[in-house]
């Protein structure tokens, strides 16, 4: 018999999260090596002596890699550092209804921020596809939220809104393996080390799905909403951490 978890024991566990990110965000921060990667666009260029046009792109700006990682640590640390303090009240008394707002917003930032990293580590450098990268990411976690407001009207769940974000969180995976592919026929394989994040992330996105249907089946332990909230924490907090110390093992260490 699992022991009932207490809104005392998330508010610390939440104190603990936002400690565990912020400080990895900096670790990240001091630690790597200095490591841009070109963001660009892609138009249509005019050769005036053939009168034609052909397919150009030039180079926007740069991202800095470690800033980007760092950045998702500290979105989930102000995040946690919200809940557990000025939001408090607000975020109790969402649970005891099967709501937290908070975790879907802070989601909706993070994990799409995640993405964008990977998307840039296969080869995708286009801004208007990382932007579509980011917010389809975004709609999936947002459709998490529409998913627990729609169903305080409804008697029976409701799983329209966990299908449709379903649909939009994969496609950006799609993209990814696209990228992972060409790269691979063209004779430019991504290295061993982003094969590794592309499994073990998509693994662990994959777990907040099935985090969400078992507090809505009320299998077991997720009878009780308060579990599934304690292993959220739990996912996001390991899904990052994997995240970002396998791209530093990869690229960023001096």
Sequence with gaps: MSKKISLKQLNVLNSIAGFLHLIQG?????????FTLPVSGAFLGFDPQTQSLFPDNTVLFDISLPWLVASFFFLSAIAHFTI???????????????????????????ASVMMVAISLLVG?????????????TSLMNLMGLVMEIHNQTTKKTNWLSYWIGCLAGIVPWVVIAFYFWLGAENGAAAPD???WIFV?????FNCFAINMVLQYKKIGPWKDYLYGERAY???SLVAKTLLAWQVFAGTLQP
Excluded at 26 to 34: C, T
């Design 200 to 204: 073990s992330i998509f693994v662990f």
């Design 124 to 136: 995708v450098y286009d801004l208007m596809s990382l932007v579509m990268v980011f917010f389809l």
């Design 26 to 34: 900096f670790v990240i921060v001091l630690l790597s090596v200095d």
């Design 84 to 110: 557990a303090t000025v939001y408090r009240k607000r975020y109790e008394k969402g649970l005891g209804q099967g709501i937290n707002r908070a975790r879907w917003i802070e989601y909706s930032l993070s």
């Design 193 to 195: 080390f982003v094969y």
């Design 233 to 235: 924490i739990i996912l």
